[in-house]
């Protein structure tokens, strides 16, 4: 049986580098990629091919359409397709929306949800054909519930989600899964600006009592990137029963 490829974006670090290790370790063709931290980017790449998996890396911007269709050119040429698309890439923005730039309320777009567009866009022809596919989107509690001083981040999260529900209708008719996974306090380097008091006062509101690994995200979304052809249009919720 062939090897399936996934494409992973926002995979230098944290979410994305686990969920592309977990892929990698299933025996999958592996595809990451990132803007700017081209050594991270190398490190993840050395570590999944220590598991014996072919793994394309790429240096750009998917929020760039050219960019993201000179990787998809690539992935044609070396693994012919995306069988899994996991949706990754992200930033965020602390702070009010009245001090906040046009520009960087622009970049948020760009980065958190034209990204998740061009790459859904040029991975869906290819999962067509095939008549099989699964989109992954990794969104966050706040595009559920909304954050103060994360405004422009909650929006970005709330388009992914309606965009998982809204795409998971027009392509189930082909045999293609999109569900999204909306994370709240994961232990990554996204979350390291806290201080000591402010992150105990914020594992204290979490019932589970604990942030959530990246690790813990990487099951979920091996296990919506690898079975469950009727579970699509979902947004759930891995957060230890925060929101």
Known sequence: MP??????????RG???????????????????????????EQTRREIESFQAPCLAYLGDMGDLKSCETLFSQIRSRFGGVDVLVNNAGISYIGLLQDMSSEDWDRMLHVNLTSVFNCCKLAIP????????????????WGVVGASCETAYSATKGGINALTKALAKELAPSN???NAVACGAIDTEMNQWMEEDEL???????????????EE???????????????????????????
């Not at 399936?4 to 995979?11: E, F, M, P, R």
């Not at 979410?15 to 081209?38: D, E, M, P, Q």
């Not at 054909?129 to 509690?141: D, P």
């Not at 979304?221 to 929101?243: E, F, S």
């Open 217 to 243: 995200v990487a099951d979920l979304v091996y296990h919506l990137g690898y079975k469950n052809a009727y579970l699509t249009g979902q947004v759930i919720g891995l957060d230890g029963g925060w929101i």
């Open 15 to 41: 979410i994305g580098k686990a969920v592309a290790i977990k892929f990698a370790k299933k025996g999958y063709n592996v595809v990451i990629s990132c803007v700017h931290r081209a050594e991270q980017l």
């Open 126 to 141: 290819y999962m067509v054909r095939q008549k099989q596919g699964k989109i992954v989107n990794v969104s966050s509690v």
């Open 176 to 178: 293609i899964q999109v």
């Open 3 to 12: 090897r399936k490829t996934v494409l992973v974006t926002g995979a230098s």
């Open 200 to 214: 105990i006062s914020l594992v204290e509101d979490i019932p589970a009592g604990r942030l959530g690994s990246a």
